[in-house]
């Protein structure tokens, strides 16, 4: 949008471009090196490249919802995310979109650099406004700075803290994702024993209140695979995703309770607004610390982590790096393994056959959104203290998914026309 605008915008990309990012993703699989800098969170197109590419949102009144499909479509999507109730691209073919949106930005002008991790803010004296980044040792200067990071680049966030940038803690959700046969849930869903030849692998959409918290499903995964989601490699993070055909043996599905900011008051008064930041961080490392070497996840039956017992054994799982036994709920705070206990108990009486040994919940699914938001005035969507810094998306608190942070980021464009137009600049 601030091409169509007549502005040249300068993309600063910590991670590498996606043929590269490919292999340090191959090497995540194979239970290689995490490369903190590239990964599923990190490199050319953010989280979303190698996502489901999902596309359904409930921010439509928010902004242009149609533009963001019809710009997804004229860089190699398919029509069909044009008028399906449910849109989906696929997490093999979003690759190929990226990179012809990113081709569109430097054809037209825009400069994209790839391995540049930004590593401070040039504030002027008062810290009232931005008037650059740093990368190393190199300033980039910019009348407006769009702060699009994503929920995992906790690095940025500290950052911030450091250099006196307000900063707010907020509740987000965290979980499990857990994994069934997608035969189990098509004929659940069918109520059929196998479903037919012309329709599609089985979805579901799940929620309950447990205790006065919700529990629900996200990023439900028809035909799809679980992938090891950490960018460091002292965490275990799962998340999922389907390619276009959703042709896999397994359903995978987010499955995730409340966390309220008076959940980790505890660590407040040493982190401030970071606190929520660091009860994920310490959840993703205990996630770890219970798996196995080499990216292995800790994982249990759903029958068994319903009935608070052990698994002795594992059934097959799409997840490549593979899995190892845990009792989840002995190292899930107490309030989450027992919210999804139940919620996952209470899924059964919805979904017959939902509750399995066939079935298997995966620790930890922690990145569904940020636990900090970055604070904005709603007219100018800048932050209140610091004019210029335009933070934007889901990793400043302002999305939930690839639409929605696209419609955020068209809004955000706006507003720096509307602030930063040719004849204010002079």
């Not at 489901?52 to 919802?65: C, H, V």
Request: glycine share 12%; net charge neutral; proline share 5%.
């Amino acid at each position: 949008r601030l091409i169509e605008l007549g502005f040249k915008p300068i993309l600063l990309e910590r991670g590498k471009s996606v043929l590269s990012r490919k292999h340090d993703i191959a090497q995540i699989n194979r239970g290689g090196s995490v490369d903190p800098d590239s990964n599923y969170a990190f490199g050319e197109g953010g989280a979303g490249t190698f996502s489901d590419g999902k596309l359904f949102t409930r921010s439509k009144k928010r902004g242009d919802y149609n533009k963001a499909l019809q710009t997804l479509v004229f860089h190699g999507a398919t029509p069909e995310i044009l008028y399906e109730a449910h849109p989906h691209i696929g997490t093999d073919k979003l690759p190929r979109i990226i990179s012809n949106i990113c081709s569109t930005i430097t054809s037209s002008g825009g400069e994209i650099h790839f391995s540049s991790k930004v590593t401070g803010f040039k504030l002027n004296a008062d810290r009232s406004r931005i008037t650059g980044v740093w990368v190393g040792d190199k300033l980039i200067e910019g009348a407006a700075v769009v702060l699009a990071t994503g929920h995992s680049a906790k690095d940025i966030y500290h950052t911030l803290h450091n250099d006196g940038v307000r900063l707010e803690a907020k509740g987000f959700a965290m979980g499990v994702r857990i994994e069934h046969p997608q035969r189990l849930i098509d004929s659940i869903q069918y109520h059929l024993p196998e479903r037919g030849e012309y329709l599609p692998a089985a979805a579901y959409t799940l929620v309950n209140q447990i205790e006065g918290r919700g529990v629900y499903s996200f990023c439900m995964c028809p035909g799809g695979f679980i992938v090891p989601a950490m960018t460091d490699a002292a965490q275990s993070v799962v998340n999922g995703m389907s390619p276009s055909g959703r042709n896999s043996r397994w359903a995978n599905s987010g499955l995730v309770t409340e966390v309220r900011v008076e959940d980790f008051a505890h660590l407040e008064a040493e982190y401030g607004a970071l606190a929520g930041l660091v009860f994920q961080q310490q959840l993703e490392e205990a996630a770890r610390l219970n798996g196995g070497d080499k990216q292995i996840a800790p994982a249990q039956r759903v029958s068994d982590f319903v009935a608070g017992r052990a698994s002795s054994s594992l059934p097959s799982t799409s997840d490549i790096p593979g899995l190892c036994c845990s009792r989840l709920d002995k190292w899930m705070p107490d309030f989450m393994s027992s919210a999804l206990r139940k919620g996952i108990a209470s899924f059964d009486r919805k979904m017959r056959g939902y509750v399995t040994p066939d079935a298997i919940v995966v620790g930890v699914e922690s990145r569904t959104s940020t636990p900090v938001r970055i604070p904005r005035d709603a007219d100018t969507l800048m932050h209140p203290e610091v004019a210029g810094l335009f933070p934007s998306g889901e990793g400043a608190g302002y999305a939930g998914g690839i639409t929605s942070a696209a419609i955020d980021g068209d809004r955000v464009a706006l507003s720096i026309i509307k602030e930063y137009s040719p004849l204010k600049l002079g």
